[in-house]
């Protein structure tokens, strides 16, 4: 495809649900990165891929927080037990990785504005 | 911990001021350092980058930035805004020798035109 691409943009759901958002990286990308963003603040990292394993997780906020990436394309972030806290938009981003020493550039989606009420 | 720090939150000015936006991170080792752009209801575009070599930085549609590695800054100046310049700009870095890993960005800062 021509950019990384999520679904759905938008989610709302209640507290206490289960949610699963989606991420189409950009063909060829091996390394598939997910971050949160809330109102007013930069986005935050939450884990990163590097094929189909999840190469560094250290920014998911807790054990409700999960994301595959079995054929090392798409990912899905899930969500269990889902709490208000947890309104962000959601971004994901791919890059290249290419040669080590020189970070790749990143290249972003839309974003999923997810909403718990 | 590794931060960045922008300390403008909101700039405004007029069509064809100058402008230049702060940011300072916190890291004392090698650093790959970005501007990103998000116009409204568009998502996050990088603007520039700068991983080695001249600390002067020219990205697109006339922004430059400046690495100066003994302030740990990287602002982003343009001589000239337009309106379409309007946007929340966030400075990012991403720090060691790895090829993918996470980047760290500024809570980001609204430019805002006046026509």
């Known amino acids: 495809g021509a950019g990384v691409s999520q679904t759905p943009s938008n989610k709302v759901t209640e507290k206490g649900k289960y949610v699963e958002l989606r991420c189409d990286p950009i063909?060829?990308?091996?390394?598939l990165y997910w971050y949160r963003q809330s109102l007013g603040q930069g986005p935050e990292f939450l884990i990163y891929?590097?094929?189909?394993?999840?190469?560094?997780d250290s920014g998911l906020p807790n054990d409700r927080f999960f994301a595959v990436r079995p054929e090392g394309s798409v990912s899905t972030l899930k969500i269990q037990r889902t709490e208000r806290g947890d309104s962000a938009v959601y971004l994901c981003?791919?890059?290249?990785?290419?040669?080590?020493?020189?970070?790749?550039?990143?290249?972003f989606g839309p974003g999923t504005r997810l909403t718990v009420l | 911990a590794q931060s960045v720090s922008q300390h403008n939150h909101h700039v405004i000015l007029s069509e064809a001021a100058s402008l230049e936006l702060g940011c300072n991170y916190s890291?004392?080792?090698?650093?790959?350092l970005f501007w990103y752009v998000q116009y409204p209801g568009q998502h996050l575009q990088l603007l520039l980058k700068?991983?080695?070599?001249?600390?002067l930085v020219k990205g697109i549609k006339g922004f430059e930035a400046e690495f100066i590695k003994s302030k740990f800054s990287f602002n982003l100046r343009k001589p000239s805004v337009q309106w379409s310049d309007t946007a929340e700009y966030f400075c990012?870095?991403?720090?060691?020798?790895?090829?993918?890993?996470?980047?760290?960005f500024g809570s980001g800062t609204r430019l805002s035109i006046r026509p």
């Open positions: 981003a791919s890059s290249l990785n290419g040669a080590p020493g020189i970070a790749d550039t990143q290249y």
């Open positions: 063909s060829g990308h091996t390394a």
């Open positions: 891929f590097q094929g189909t394993g999840a190469a560094d």
């Open positions: 890291y004392g080792g090698t650093v790959n």
């Open positions: 700068y991983f080695s070599g001249d600390p």
């Open positions: 990012a870095v991403i720090t060691g020798y790895s090829s993918a890993s996470k980047i760290i």
